[in-house]
């Protein structure tokens, strides 16, 4: 079965400052890895994506994540946190086997402090 | 190129009632899914449509259905609504228009269904 975990349901960061949002996967193959933004009363955007053609992906918004086999992780930074960046995030795989369907982690709620 | 659409964007049921949800994928997207979303199971996936054949389906009883149109456009119906099935209804297209795994989902708003 696959999972995603999500480590931290809440972070919170002071304006300016390096935001961290750690995801660890399991897949039985190599997938397709996905970080989702989700603004109150609003669906899921896209943040970037990992296809194996880059192990760093940089997604909109400053964002980017690193992709590590090892370690199957793919957590997601910022080097400064704004403002505006306060949302859930999620992180999602799709293992390759299953069409048309993500599995998602439980998501990390970003406050951001002024 | 407009995004996906949901209608209705709020929806007030009682118990036992029926409701249909719709959804209007991008233009030139054949896959729809389906997910629902609430603070205590987080977001689950319900089905996934593509050339108006289900192809994937969650863990979800048989009262929760759906169907796609020959145009993509996808609905999802909940029959005998229990108080547990309010939450948010997600839905997200992605091309796949060679049938791949992996294609982006880009998700609509939601309808947020209330069940009292």
């Known amino acids: 079965a696959q999972s995603v975990t999500q480590l931290g349901s809440h972070v919170s960061v002071s304006e300016g400052a390096l935001v961290l949002l750690r995801c660890n996967y399991s897949?039985?193959?190599?997938?397709?890895l996905f970080w989702y933004v989700q603004y109150p009363n609003q669906g899921l955007q896209l943040l970037l994506k990992?296809?194996?053609?880059?192990?760093l992906v940089k997604g909109i918004n400053g964002f980017e994540a690193e992709f590590k086999k090892s370690e199957t992780s793919f957590h997601l930074t910022k080097p400064s946190a704004h403002m505006s960046d306060a949302a859930e995030y999620f992180c999602?795989?799709?293992?390759?086997?299953?069409?048309?369907?993500?599995?998602f982690g439980r998501g990390t709620q970003l406050t951001v402090w002024p | 190129k407009a995004g996906v659409t949901q209608t209705p964007r709020y929806l007030i049921k009682t118990r036992g009632q029926q409701v249909t949800l719709s959804c209007s994928p991008i233009?030139?997207?054949?896959?729809v899914s389906w997910y629902q979303q609430t603070p205590g199971q987080g977001l689950q996936f319900l089905f996934e449509?593509?050339?108006?054949?289900?192809?994937n389906k969650g863990n979800f009883p048989g009262r929760f259905s759906g169907r796609q149109f020959s145009n993509s456009r996808s609905e999802m119906n909940v029959s005998t609504l229990e108080l547990g099935d309010s939450a948010l209804y997600l839905c997200?297209?992605?091309?796949?228009?060679?049938?791949?795994?992996?294609?982006?989902?880009?998700f609509g708003p939601g309808t947020r269904l209330l069940v009292l």
């Open positions: 997200a297209s992605s091309r796949n228009l060679q049938g791949e795994s992996g294609e982006t989902q880009y």
């Open positions: 897949s039985s193959v190599p997938p397709y």
């Open positions: 233009s030139g997207h054949r896959s």
């Open positions: 999602a795989v799709s293992p390759g086997s299953t069409l048309g369907r993500l599995y």
């Open positions: 990992y296809t194996s053609a880059a192990t």
């Open positions: 449509y593509f050339s108006e054949t289900q192809r």
